[in-house]
C-alpha cells in the first residue's frame, strides 16, 4: 500500500510539473502574439519623433493626428467603405447562393447532381495565383476589371466552393422525412426551403458567414490586380500605398494598419465561440 501511494505522488508530481510547462510554453506563446499588436495600437497614437526616438516607449503626448492625416491623405475613409461594400455585398450572395445550391445537391435527386457538386469542389483545390492571369483577360475583355461589381463577383466566385461544400454536407443530415412531409402537404421547393431548411441551417450559416466576411475584408492580391482607380481600391490596397510614398510616415502607417485590423477583431471577439463551432463542424464533416 505503501509504495503505490508512492507511485501515486510520483505520478501526480509529474503531471503537475508537465501541467507547468505547458502553461509557461502557451503564457509565452500568448506574450509573443498579443504583444505586437499592443505595440501597434500604443504606437499609433505617437507622433513621429516619439517612434523614432524610443518606439518601444508609450507615448508621453497621446495623438490622435495620425488617424486624421491617414484618412486625409491615405484616403483610408473610401477604402473602407468599398471594403465594407465588398465584403457585405459579396457575403450575402455566398450566404444566398450556396444554401440553395447546397440544398439541391443534398436533397433533389439528379444525375447530373454528383458531377456538378464535384465541378464547385474542384474550386477547394484551385489557387488564386494559378487561375490570375486567365481571370485578368477574361474581367478585362467583358468590361468588369476596376469596378465594384467585378470585385464582388470574383469575391462571390472564390468563397463559394467552401460554403457549398460546407452546407451540401450539412443538410445532408436533415431527414428526408421533413422534406417529404412538407411536400404532401402540397409545398413548393422554394417554401421548402426558406421555412425549413433555412432555419435548420443556423448553425452552419455562422461559420460560413463568418468564414466568407475575414476572407473578403483581408483579401489583397486580387483587389491589387484588378483596381487601379482608388474608387474601387479596397482597405488592404489602401494600406499597402503607406509602404510607398508614404513609407517614413511611420505614425501614418500604424494607424492605418490598427485601421485595418479592428473590425476584424472585434468580429472575433465577438464571435469566437462560433468560429470555433465551425471548425469543429468542419472537422466533424471531413470525419
Known sequence: MFENTLNTIKEQKKINISSIFIYIVFAIFTILTLYPLI?????????????????????????????????KIG??????????????????????????????????????????????????????????????????????RDTRPGIILIYVAINLPLAI???????????????????????????VFVKIIMPMCKPVLAPIIIFTTLAC???????????????????????FSFSGPLATEYGMQFAALVIGMGPMILLYALFSKQITRGFAAGGAIKG
Open 39 to 71: 505595440w501597434l495600437v500604443y504606437s499609433s497614437f505617437k507622433p513621429i519623433l516619439e517612434i523614432i526616438r524610443d518606439s518601444f516607449a508609450l507615448p508621453k503626448d497621446w495623438t490622435f493626428s495620425n488617424y486624421i492625416q491617414a484618412i
Open 75 to 144: 484616403k483610408l475613409d473610401m477604402y473602407a467603405f468599398n471594403s465594407i461594400i465588398y465584403t457585405f455585398i459579396s457575403t450575402g450572395l455566398v450566404v444566398i447562393l450556396s444554401m440553395m445550391a447546397s440544398f439541391a445537391f443534398a436533397k433533389i435527386k439528379n444525375r447530373a447532381t454528383p458531377f456538378i457538386y464535384n465541378t464547385f469542389l474542384i474550386g477547394l483545390l484551385i489557387t488564386i495565383q494559378a487561375i490570375l492571369i486567365p481571370l485578368f483577360i477574361s474581367m478585362t475583355r467583358i468590361g468588369l
Open 165 to 191: 461544400y460546407l452546407g451540401t454536407e450539412f443538410i445532408k443530415k436533415i431527414p428526408d422525412s421533413l422534406i417529404e412531409s412538407a411536400q404532401i402537404d402540397g409545398a413548393s421547393y422554394f417554401t
Open 217 to 239: 475584408w483581408n483579401e489583397f492580391m486580387l483587389a491589387l490586380v484588378f483596381t487601379s482607380s482608388d474608387s474601387s481600391r479596397s482597405l488592404p490596397v489602401g494600406i
